[in-house]
């Protein structure tokens, strides 16, 4: 202990012989502090590591010389130098800009593409040029009418790539020739049907702009101008424009989308329901929309919440209605990449025009009444992903509740019509609006056996409610389809592909006079189901040459596609592909 701890220790105790005085006088005492002990280690002596030991047995050791005698050995042993493996490399294929494809067959059949493609600025501005026509004037043995069709598309466009997005702009054309042929059978006679024209052409001509930028919060956008018209002086023009603003948060992202749709014709012809062709039909349909979302990511999970908000207004009957539409779609992996499942309920209102049922069936007759679809919703729900890393896999349930869904119907017969050309005959096409709820499900498998091997097959079964309680008109219960595309070796390949369509229903009518259309006297078409089977196999003869032939409707089955309209038999096609820079 310290000196100074030893003052403070005797000063307290000394204060506690204070406290213990005020009760009892025990006198004075005298006390006298010394030096502490300070107590110290003696030096230890270490025990030496190798003792001296004294004993008479111990001997002297006697000194060994050791020597080596060394020999040469002779060694014809060279080790190899090593060498790094070395991996074959395949021969790249040369690309060109562009090619020519060209084909005949029978039911004169005949086939052209063009391409081209021009890059700049080290590949940041692009040109690309096109020229589709797929064209016969074969005649058919089943219809006395002709049944010539062609259709012909010429497209270019303009690309411009930025560091941090891009750019583009888009020009089209078209040009389409088909016929009304689809007679009744044995109800005219023959002074009747060589007064038919039966044909119609239809033309198109657009104009398209895009852009998209990456981290920015006006991300991309998309305007549409179209003009669409016809030989009997239909026409139509559509414009529409879709953008959208994407914000992102700290662990979420929030998106705005912006849309306008206008669409406005006008047709010549009345109604074939009509028994006068007095009057011509007008339509207009406007809608703006705008659709906020955001997107959850965590972990396994992805959640998109969201709506529609769609204003519609008819705008040639001075009438607008409001619309909300879900938007809600989620994904979860489950298992890895072997079992994701998805699902979600979407709404909108979709827009429809004159173009879009053309390009759907080209047998429509010139007198459509437009009208935009309110799906209310669409709800499905499903299971995918990758069973082995060469198969995958999707099933889906869904149902779905449209209001005015437009379905393809035969025109009745109208024999007091006497419109310039032939579709009052019972053989054309008109739209007929009902509210469809539609449940259906939908499965696919796609294998991909190597890089030259590939197959899939995929199904869809449908059951349908009609708010008229007729059959929902022209469409199949049941379709399916398969697909194949395998390259034998760096020359031959082949593919093939199989269509299944189930049993429609459709309706044939005739007109009379002073009556509503369900008045007319009827009686509802079965439309038979089929099968349709292609194949094509072709063989490069070089980088730059190669030839080709396509089979369809392998099984030689005159089908029914639409009621009356029966298609082409048998049909091979056999051309050439040349590839060129230009």
């Not at 369900?518 to 070089?542: E, K």
């Not at 089979?551 to 089908?559: E, F, K, Q």
């Amino acid at each position: 202990m310290s000196r100074k701890f030893i003052i403070i220790l005797g000063i307290l105790f000394g204060s506690t012989l204070g406290v213990l005085a005020q009760e009892k006088d025990l006198g004075t005492e005298t006390v006298t502090v010394v030096k502490p002990y300070s107590p110290t280690v003696s030096d230890a002596f270490k025990i030496k590591s190798v003792p001296v030991l004294i004993d008479s047995i111990i001997q002297a050791k006697k000194e060994i010389k050791y020597s080596i005698f060394s020999v040469p050995v002779a060694s014809t042993f060279v080790p190899a130098k090593g060498t790094a493996a070395t991996v074959q490399k395949a021969t790249p294929e040369k690309l060109y800009n562009s090619s020519v494809s060209m084909g005949l067959g029978n039911y004169n059949n005949a086939l052209l593409d063009v391409y081209t493609s021009r890059d700049f600025d080290r590949g940041k501005q692009r040109i690309d040029v096109g020229v589709n026509h797929f064209s016969s004037r074969g005649d058919l043995d089943f219809t006395p009418l002709e049944t010539d069709f062609y259709n012909t598309d010429i497209n270019a466009a303009y690309s411009n790539r930025g560091r941090d997005g891009d750019w583009g702009i888009s020009l089209g054309g078209g040009h389409k020739l088909y016929n009304w042929y689809g007679l009744p059978e044995g109800v005219f006679d023959e002074a009747t049907i060589a007064g038919i024209d039966e044909q119609q052409q239809y033309y198109n001509a657009d104009v398209g702009a895009s852009f998209r930028q990456e981290d920015a919060v006006f991300s991309k956008g998309e305007l549409s101008l179209k003009r669409f018209w016809d030989e009997v002086e239909s026409g139509e023009n559509r414009a529409s424009l879709l953008t959208s603003l994407d914000f992102p948060l700290s662990q979420e992202s929030f998106m705005l989308g912006f849309k306008t749709d206008y669409v406005e014709g006008e047709f010549a012809n009345a109604d074939v329901n009509n028994t006068a062709n007095a009057e011509g039909i007008a339509y207009s349909q406007f809608q703006v929309g705008l659709s906020p979302s955001i997107l959850i990511e965590k972990d396994e999970l992805h959640i998109r919440l969201g709506a529609n908000l769609v204003y519609g207004m008819d705008m040639e009957n001075s009438e607008g209605n409001f619309y909300i539409y879900p938007q809600v779609t989620a994904s979860y992996r489950l298992l890895d990449e072997v079992v994701i499942v998805y699902g979600g309920v979407n709404g909108e209102l979709r827009q429809n025009s004159y173009a879009d049922f053309v390009e759907e069936n080209p047998f429509v007759s010139p007198t459509l009444v437009i009208q935009p679809t309110d799906q209310q919703y669409n709800a499905e729900l499903g299971f995918k992903g990758q069973l082995f890393p060469n198969l995958s896999y999707n099933v889906r349930g869904s149902y779905k509740a449209e209001n005015r869904k437009p379905l393809f119907k035969l025109n009745p017969q109208n024999d007091f019509r006497d419109d310039e050309k032939g579709y009052t005959y019972g053989n054309s096409f008109e739209l007929f609006y009902d509210d469809v709820k539609t449940l259906g499900i939908f499965g696919e498998l796609n294998l991909d056996v190597n890089r030259n091997f590939s197959l899939g097959i995929n199904a869809s079964v449908s059951e349908y409610d009609t708010e008229t309680d007729n059959p929902a008109w022209n469409l199949p219960n049941l379709e399916g389809s398969l697909f194949m595309d395998y390259q034998l070796d760096e020359n031959w390949f082949m593919g093939a592909n199989i269509f299944y369509v189930g049993e429609r229903e459709d309706l044939s009518a005739v007109v009379i006079p002073n009556a509503q259309p369900s008045d007319f006297p009827a009686n509802i078409i079965t439309l038979d189901a089929y099968i349709d089977a292609n194949a094509h196999v072709g063989y490069r003869l070089s980088d730059q040459l190669s030839i080709f032939a396509k089979a369809s409707n392998l099984a030689n089955n005159d089908y029914q596609r639409w009621a009356n309209f029966r298609v082409q038999s048998f049909q091979i096609l056999a051309g050439a592909t040349y590839k060129f820079d230009f």
